[in-house]
């Protein structure tokens, strides 16, 4: 729903305080396995409506699915 790339979804951050380095996350399924094993890096809000989705960073970006 999303339509972007794991590493979009993480908060910078917040990733930095687990004290690993994004760098070392290459493949899109140890993002998602990080992300499962700690949501708290994940961007934020999420704003879903009907069959689509946007993380509003910036809030701005709400408006993409308002129309």
Known sequence: MLAVEPKEMLHP??????GHDI??????DALIALLVEHPE???R???????????????ERV???LD
Request: zero cysteines.
């Open 13 to 18: 951050g917040s990733f930095a305080k687990l």
């Open 23 to 28: 760098a070392d996350y290459n493949e899109p």
């Open 63 to 65: 408006e993409e699915i």
């Open 41 to 43: 890096v994940m961007n």
């Open 45 to 59: 809000p999420l704003i879903v409506r009907g069959d689509r989705a946007v993380i509003a960073r910036p809030s």
